[in-house]
């Protein structure tokens, strides 16, 4: 009992609790009891295993207070779209969880009491309620129950319909429609509406003209739906209009629904009544009753209804008294009875109700008396020598105060462009016929030439000058791609020699700077970065280069780079030489040689062979060998170039027991 939450009657052995027991904290304690007889050393023991018996005080708790989930309106009956879970410390009955929908805006949910999924017992629409919000509260199966709604927890959970797009659009608005025909252009002729209950995209509709409107005579706002018209009207020529017309929604996929729409064009007295014929002739004779029928006129009228009915009448005119017309049938009928020696021959000019008239146009016909005329007598342009094969570099333009045929320009070049250029003889677009080179050809002059369909007037000529800019396109190139020089040791701030590249552009795309890019790590060399003249810049040693290079020559590695934008460069190498010169005495590998030599060696003998080495090189390091001191009686003999020593006379111990020769290499 290391809390302390229970005591013992020391005398009669009744436990009892100390402090309030939690079941959830701990549910077994197992307390060792000790009993022993008054101060006797003899005691015994025993184990008191204690249940922590589990009262209903814990209520059900969600872990979470709300919850979102979304679903297809399309799921079936049946489909689990949710579990609840909440947690309840008891144990037993006390901790067994129920769960039930505390308050519902849908009758379309349930719920399993044990399991606490929330299931689907209905189809659900989007266009019916697109959100749903579950309150589910959870209780325990102790006696009493406690409930989560006792703590004011609940689990809110919020079910969200989402949209397919499952429903075509259909169409509102009427198919059929009138429009005079005298309407301006751009006349609202009909509103074409469709609605969708998709939502969102789903339920966004755009209208489209399919079929029937091969003229483009009318335009339909695929937003608004406004049909309009793009063109005037004219019953006379079609006086109806079939459009299918397509509602289209933004889902995916697309749904869509076809109307026809039927567009008539109504009549407006726009059309002059024309007669049959514009001449009428025919014979009478005379000394006839009045009443008589002469001749019937007839005219007929485009237009449609009460448009299109006539009425004739007489245009007064010398003798046009003597008759009348029927208003409604065209028939002249004689009012009174005619004499042809009183008047042969009557003109009768008859209209009906709405005249036509006509206009006179007197047109001047054109005469060839101009020439055409550019706008310059010279062209003066630049152009990039990097510009690709085609590309047009000036838009030519003559004008010519004549009409027609002989107003129309056509354009040539007469010069010699060497190929690079041509025109377009109808255009006057002068274009690159070739890829141009500025390092070939800096500037072309040449001429170009307007002329019109005449024969004998003078054609119009100007000069165009074209000077091509250049581009840094060439690579600065060396005379060599590899140099050979040399240079005596020994010596400081020589010129060795004077590179030299060329770099066929212009201006400072042609200007070239040249600098030492490997080879020179000691800083041995410089180089004039403008005239490319290599020079030494520090004291040359033909020993030492050799020494460690085990060669006598420098390689360079030239830089030649021009001041484009960008660079361009190439590289050439430079192989210096360093030549000896003769400033290294020989040296003998040994200073002193020992030798013995028995008294009895025979004459022409080998005694030893000194040696030395020169750093010099070529002439300058071969070495010959005299002996110059201690060979008075001539007894040895040293070969100049070998440095082999021999004897030459009989050697006598008793007469000279040794002998110093000091021999001398050169």
């Not at 209903?56 to 979102?68: A, G, Q, R």
């Not at 009909?190 to 399919?210: C, F, S, W």
């Not at 060839?368 to 510009?387: G, M």
């Not at 590998?589 to 030599?597: G, Q, T, W």
Request: charged share 20%; net charge negative.
């Amino acid at each position: 009992d290391p809390h302390g939450k229970f005591f013992i009657d020391p005398r009669f052995g009744i436990i009892r609790a100390k402090n309030q027991l939690d079941h959830e904290t701990q549910s077994v304690v197992v307390l060792t009891i000790q009993s022993q007889l008054g101060n006797s050393p003899v005691y015994s023991s025993t184990q008191v295993n204690i249940s922590v018996l589990d009262v209903n005080d814990n209520p059900p708790v969600f872990l979470t207070k709300s919850d979102k989930v979304t679903i297809s309106h399309t799921q079936p009956p049946g489909t689990a779209v949710y579990i609840a879970h909440a947690e309840d410390k008891d144990s037993g009955l006390n901790g067994k969880i129920r769960y039930s929908i505390a308050s519902k805006q849908s009758s379309a949910f349930s719920i399993d009491p044990s399991l606490g999924v929330v299931n689907l017992i209905r189809t659900l629409f989007a266009d019916e309620q697109r959100e749903y919000t579950l309150h589910i509260a959870a209780e325990d199966c102790g006696n009493p129950p406690l409930t989560s709604l006792l703590m004011l927890d609940s689990l809110a959970v919020k079910v969200v319909i989402l949209d397919i797009n499952d429903n075509s659009p259909s169409f509102t608005s009427l198919p059929l429609s009138y429009v005079m025909e005298d309407v301006e252009v751009g006349f609202l002729v009909h509103h074409v509406t469709a609605k969708d209950p998709d939502e969102g995209r789903n339920g966004q509709v755009t209208y489209h003209i399919l079929s029937g409107n091969e003229n483009k005579t009318f335009v339909l706002d695929k937003i608004t739906g406004l049909l309009t018209t793009t063109q005037f009207l004219d019953r006379e020529i079609q006086e109806c209009y079939s459009l299918t017309v397509m509602a289209l929604d933004d889902g995916s996929p697309a749904l869509s629904t076809t109307q026809v729409l039927t567009i008539v064009v109504l009549d407006v007295n726009d059309e002059t009544p024309v007669f049959l014929k514009q001449l009428y002739e025919t014979a009478i004779c005379e000394n006839q009753d009045p009443g008589e029928v002469v001749i019937k006129v007839e005219a007929v009228d485009r237009d449609a209804g009460l448009n299109s009915l006539l009425q004739y009448e007489i245009l007064p005119e010398t003798g046009y008294e003597k008759f009348k017309i029927n208003s409604d049938s065209g028939e002249l009928i004689t009012t009174a009875s005619l004499d042809r020696e009183n008047q042969e021959v009557f003109s009768i000019k008859g209209i009906p109700s709405r005249s036509s008239t006509t206009q006179l146009y007197l047109t001047v016909l054109d005469e060839n008396d101009h020439k055409p005329l550019f706008a310059k007598t010279r062209y003066q342009i630049s152009v990039r020598e990097d510009l690709k094969e085609g590309s047009a570099i000036l838009d030519l333009f003559a004008s010519d105060e004549d009409d027609g045929p002989n107003g129309e320009v056509t354009y040539a070049l007469i010069d010699d462009t060497f190929g690079a250029f041509a025109v377009d003889s109808v255009t006057g677009s002068i274009v690159t016929t070739k890829q141009l080179d500025q390092e070939t050809k800096s500037q072309y002059t040449f001429r170009a030439v307007a002329s019109d369909c005449s024969t004998h007037l003078p054609r119009s000529t100007t000069v165009m000058t074209v000077s091509i800019e250049d581009m840094n396109d060439n690579v600065p190139k060396f005379e060599q791609s590899c140099y050979k020089a040399s240079v005596w040791e020994g010596q400081t701030k020589t010129d060795i020699i004077q590179i030299f590249a060329t770099d066929l552009d212009s201006g400072l795309n042609g200007e070239i700077e040249y600098s030492i890019l490997s080879g020179n790590e000691n800083s041995t060399f410089l180089i004039d970065s403008t005239r490319g003249i290599l020079a030494t810049d520090a004291v040359l040693d033909h020993e030492s280069t050799s020494y460690y290079r085990f060669t006598t020559s420098h390689h360079l590695v030239l830089l030649a780079s021009d001041r484009g934008t960008p660079s361009l460069n190439s590289t050439a190498t430079v192989l210096v030489t360093v030549l000896d010169v003769n400033d290294n005495p020989p040296v003998f590998i040994s200073s002193e040689y020992h030798i013995h030599v028995k008294e009895s060696i025979s004459v022409g003998s080998h005694i030893t062979e000194v040696s030395a080495n020169d750093c010099d090189a070529g002439a300058n390091a071969e070495i010959t060998y005299a002996i110059i001191s201690g060979n008075d009686r001539g007894h040895f003999r040293v070969d100049g170039k070998t440095g082999s020593v021999d004897l030459m006379k009989t050697l006598d111990y008793e007469d000279t027991m040794k002998f110093t020769l000091i021999i001398q290499a050169t």
